[in-house]
């Protein structure tokens, strides 16, 4: 499955982005998603997951209740909501796809991020 993401940017803190990430190749309804994030130097980290019928999400600690995760399976998309952001939340994100995806585990295909910049 081919994944790419857009709708990163420049935002300054409080503010909100809405990430997607359109998916191709494969049935997008077989596989959970999620979404990571990287800043350069650091390991990627989970941000937030959902699963194939988007009926169960998952977040990180860092942005549950500042973040929403969902799906269109019609669309062939999933989003990231983003809202409250922080300067903290700076760094390049990357939609992941996996048939036996479940959190921020088991995870074969990924995209090839977008940047998120939040201003002080």
């Known amino acids: 499955v081919q994944l790419q993401a857009f709708g990163g940017g420049l935002v300054q803190a409080g503010g909100s982005l809405r990430l997607s990430c359109e998916a191709s190749?494969?049935?997008?309804?077989?596989?959970?998603m999620g979404w990571f994030r990287q800043v350069s130097g650091k390991n990627r980290e989970f941000v937030a997951a959902i699963s194939r019928s988007g009926g169960s999400t998952y977040y990180a600690d860092s942005v549950k209740g500042r973040f929403t995760i969902s799906r269109d399976n019609a669309k062939n998309t999933v989003y990231l909501q983003m809202n409250n952001l922080k300067p903290e939340d700076t760094a390049v994100y990357y939609c992941?796809?996996?048939?036996?995806?479940?959190?921020?585990?088991?995870?074969?295909?990924w995209g090839q991020g977008t940047e998120v910049t939040v201003s002080s």
């Open positions: 190749g494969r049935t997008f309804s077989n596989y959970g």
């Open positions: 992941a796809a996996g048939p036996r995806a479940i959190g921020a585990m088991s995870y074969d295909y």
